[in-house]
């Protein structure tokens, strides 16, 4: 358990655990060592058991978080409440995964070494990809571009930001783009109302190896400078 942690630091991971191909917990930082872990269910680990490592995008509900790492990984990974009548995906977290597959002495499969780095409130992630593409350039005290991970259609990190200048962590996209990317697995390109700002916007859906979707990923450039330059010189 100690050498796990000390890997799980060193390669900046939430969770890096061990089970049995049982879903048997063996080592890590589980909650609930008498609960077996989903292996069936969780697209990553199941393409382990079958010997083949993978990595992808998953979505954790609370209930999987808790047995993962408990009340510390729950609360590392909690977005902070905001004012809106749908809550239900709060709980909820979504995580870079990857697993792989440990063979016992006759060659099968015995178990799985699996973890990974979660995506809520990871603003690294998004600030990296602005600065790449956008640079960090702002206008009227609004980001120039702009970038977010959606949980469903929930921002788990951002650097669009509200009105008081925090990230607009846990706010939700309009219904539009929602139905759009989420419902129908399009992408949405279009001029939409970020928060409090216009953004030329594109959204897409995020997948899980299965192909279900569990997110967005969005970019966006702010349109108010070029509206200004366009009344300017009208």
């Known amino acids: 358990p100690g050498e796990l942690r000390q890997r799980a630091r060193r390669l900046e991971l939430n969770v890096f655990n061990v089970c049995g191909a049982d879903g048997r917990p063996i080592a890590g930082s589980y909650g609930d060592r008498e609960r077996a872990v989903p292996v069936g269910e969780d697209p990553v680990l199941r393409r382990a058991l079958a010997g083949e490592t993978n990595a992808g995008v998953v979505l954790l509900a609370a209930g999987r978080l808790d047995l993962e790492g408990g009340v510390a990984l729950r609360n590392a990974v909690a977005i902070p409440a905001v004012s809106r009548e749908d809550s239900a995906h709060a ?19 015995g178990g799985v070494a699996y973890g990974g780095r979660a995506l809520n409130l990871n603003h690294a992630i998004v600030d990296e990809l602005r600065d790449l593409v956008f640079g ?45 990317v989420l419902e129908l697995g399009q992408r949405w390109n279009d001029r939409a109302l970020v928060v409090d700002a216009w953004y030329q916007s594109a959204y897409k859906p995020l997948l899980d190896p299965d192909g279900t979707p569990v997110g967005m990923l969005y970019a966006g450039l702010l349109e108010a400078p070029y509206v200004d330059a366009s009344r300017r010189f009208s």
Do not use: C, H
Request: no cysteine.
């Open 91 to 109: 709980g909820e977290a979504l995580f870079l995964w990857a697993a792989v597959p440990l063979p016992g002495p006759d060659g099968t499969i």
């Open 136 to 180: 960090t350039a702002s206008y009227a005290g609004k980001p120039l571009g702009t970038t977010t991970v959606f949980l469903r259609d929930m921002r788990i990190a951002t650097n669009v930001l509200q009105p008081d200048r925090r990230r607009a962590v846990g706010t939700v996209v309009s219904a539009e783009v929602r139905r759009s």
